[in-house]
């Protein structure tokens, strides 16, 4: 068996355009499909994998460990750029698919699940409307209330918000102020037993973060994601080790050794790899080793498309480390059209059952695929009161 062609089609889902990757064999109707969206990147991407395409055409597609390693270290440059690893998580997952599809057992089976019934699901605040849950400001606690509402409204348990503004490296006490009451808003909407988590999208600086983190932690929040930049391990150290509530981080991270640095310093209890971004499937059963190892729970990052939506949960169906599944499913009213997935979710408790279908359990409609054409991304900025650029 043969690689004979990598493809990608970009898929224009309004905040991102999704990179879905097709990897193409010699057996008639064996395709693999792997997603590689990297908001604000799109053509980067695209390029990555062309250039990388031709390292494995002619190659044996079910070799995947050996196509990831040279994927990884050929051509002297290391793929742990976010755009290299990337690059190499889309063609993983695709390796992976035509691997469950030659197997005829879905990805869960063949890495030697399931390891639990169901996958529980969380959404953002809107669902993944970008209005709602990006540009909600923090001092607006009703429309906190009302989305955590209408969230649980829709069978969630759990959801994640942005209830922290963004600040200068070191402010007072009125941005704290601001996120403890949208957060004390959303816990009266939807009572003590929903799960509330808050992203502050790594905007803070270390000791803002540990601030908002202190003035949260009585809410009982099921994490604190992203408190601080994620290079600035000791920070998220100080802060992990200075809270009740556990702190997540991990969707910048790209590598199995910086991921060692994270978990060495217990800067997470949560580790929120991100499949598409960490070099792929392969790369993300052995950083699941190694959080394993530490006792650091695992809830990938997956704002993404439906390919990575499948690969976290054939993920999460196989790691015993697995809590949570992150999802979006109103980004786009035409999610469904573009994919068929074998999972089912149910609409009480979001909760997911296992994929029944080979592989990764998807088929991408492509037809549907190429009524949203590539375009440029809405740009988004960030700054703060000063004027000067923040984080987004
Ligand atoms: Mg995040």
């Not at 999208?201 to 600086?205: D, E, I, L, T, V």
């Not at 279908?357 to 990764?360: A, D, H």
């Given at each position: 068996m043969k690689i004979t062609a990598i493809e990608t089609l970009v898929c224009h889902a309004r905040m991102r355009n999704w990179v879905f990757v097709k990897v193409v064999t010699d057996q008639p109707g064996l395709i693999g499909w792997g997603e590689a969206t990297l908001e604000w990147h799109t053509r980067s991407i695209v390029g990555a994998i062309e250039d990388m395409s031709h390292l494995l055409i002619g190659e044996d597609p079910t070799r995947v460990e050996y196509l990831w390693q040279m994927m990884y270290r050929q051509h002297f440059w290391h793929g742990h750029g976010i755009v290299r690893a990337t690059a190499i998580a889309g063609i993983d997952l695709a390796l992976w698919d035509i691997v469950g599809k030659v197997a005829n057992m879905p990805l869960s089976k063949v890495f030697?699940?399931?390891?639990?019934?169901f996958v529980r699901t969380y959404c953002h605040l809107g669902g993944g409307k970008m209005e709602d849950f990006y540009q909600t400001p923090a001092d607006n606690a009703k429309r906190f209330a009302e989305l955590a509402q209408a969230a649980v409204a829709d069978g969630y348990t759990a959801f994640k918000s942005m209830a922290v503004p963004s600040t200068m490296p070191i402010e007072g006490q009125k941005p704290v102020r601001a996120a403890a009451a949208a957060v004390a808003a959303m816990r009266e909407a939807v009572g003590p037993d929903i799960d509330i988590m808050v992203d502050c999208?790594?905007?803070?600086?270390p000791a803002m973060g540990l601030k908002f983190g202190k003035a949260l932690d009585d809410f009982g929040l099921y994490f604190f994601e992203e408190p601080c930049w994620p290079e600035c391990v000791d920070g998220l150290a100080r802060i992990n080790a200075a809270l009740t509530t556990p702190v997540a981080s991990g969707e910048r991270v790209t590598h199995l050794e910086a991921f060692k640095d994270l978990f060495e310093k217990r800067a997470v209890e949560i580790c929120q790899l991100d499949i598409t971004h960490c070099g792929g499937l392969s790369a993300a059963k052995r950083i699941a080793a190694l959080a394993e190892a530490h006792r650091i729970s695992l809830a990938p990052h997956n704002p993404q498309g439906p390919v990575s939506t499948a690969a976290s949960l054939e993920f999460g169906f196989s790691q015993p480390s697995y809590i949570i599944c992150e999802t979006v499913h109103n980004d786009v009213p035409w999610r469904q059209d573009v994919v068929e997935e074998g999972f089912t979710v149910e609409k009480k408790g979001r909760i997911v059952r296992p994929n029944t279908?080979?592989?990764?359990g998807i088929t991408i409609n492509e037809a549907e695929v190429k009524k949203h054409p590539f375009q440029q991304e809405i740009v988004l900025r960030e700054f703060g009161s000063d004027g000067g650029v923040t984080d987004w």
């Open positions: 030697g699940g399931p390891v639990r019934d999208h790594a905007r803070p600086s279908k080979p592989g990764l």
